[in-house]
């Protein structure tokens, strides 16, 4: 009797001590599938939030000009389009935490990157909602993030406001 209790007792030890170990290694096997060189962040990173603003007007439609203006949150953002010329009054459009996708750090090219929700963002919002790319950089002499395009080479530079 006191055999089969004391190999009992080293089966669920074993069993036990099994599960333990298999579940341990599933968990460091997930976190060494994360790319190292990226950062993901649940917040707006600090050195993004605040208002940042294009320095002069810039073409948008012929005879009207536009600025944009970024004001980054804790958990939102949102984007100002201020006109110059023509009838349009200046809109703003506010995106929400669950309409952020996510927002990650590049390490290598020490750049932030902002990306919309996929289908949690409205029909309405889908033509401002874009993936950005931003640095934080010094241009002129003053503190600035460089918004690169996905595709062409401009850089559009964002001051602090």
């Given at each position: 009797?006191?055999?089969?209790?004391?190999?009992?007792?080293?089966?669920?030890?074993?069993?036990?001590?099994?599960?333990?170990?298999?579940?341990?290694?599933?968990?460091d096997a997930a976190k060494s599938n994360v790319n190292p060189g990226f950062r993901q962040?649940?917040?707006?990173?600090?050195?993004?939030?605040?208002?940042?603003?294009?320095?002069?007007?810039?073409?948008?439609?012929?005879?009207?000009?536009?600025?944009?203006?970024?004001?980054?949150?804790?958990?939102?953002?949102?984007?100002?389009?201020?006109?110059?010329?023509?009838?349009?009054?200046?809109?703003?459009?506010?995106?929400?935490?669950?309409?952020?996708?996510?927002?990650?750090?590049?390490?290598?090219?020490?750049?932030?990157?902002?990306y919309p929700g996929g289908n949690k963002v409205p029909k309405s919002k889908l033509p401002y909602a874009a993936y950005m790319t931003l640095k934080p950089?010094?241009?002129?002499?003053?503190?600035?993030?460089?918004?690169?395009?996905?595709?062409?080479?401009?850089?559009?530079?964002?001051?602090?406001?």
């Amino acid at each position: 009797m006191q055999l089969k209790r004391f190999v009992m007792a080293v089966a669920v030890t074993l069993g036990v001590t099994g599960a333990v170990a298999a579940t341990a290694s599933t968990a460091d096997a997930a976190k060494s599938n994360v790319n190292p060189g990226f950062r993901q962040y649940k917040t707006m990173p600090k050195a993004l939030r605040g208002t940042w603003q294009e320095k002069s007007y810039g073409k948008y439609k012929k005879g009207i000009k536009v600025r944009w203006t970024y004001r980054f949150k804790k958990h939102s953002y949102s984007m100002k389009m201020d006109f110059k010329g023509g009838h349009k009054k200046s809109k703003t459009i506010n995106f929400s935490k669950k309409e952020i996708g996510g927002m990650y750090y590049d390490k290598k090219h020490k750049t932030y990157d902002v990306y919309p929700g996929g289908n949690k963002v409205p029909k309405s919002k889908l033509p401002y909602a874009a993936y950005m790319t931003l640095k934080p950089v010094r241009h002129s002499g003053k503190k600035a993030l460089a918004l690169y395009p996905i595709g062409g080479k401009k850089i559009t530079y964002l001051y602090w406001k």
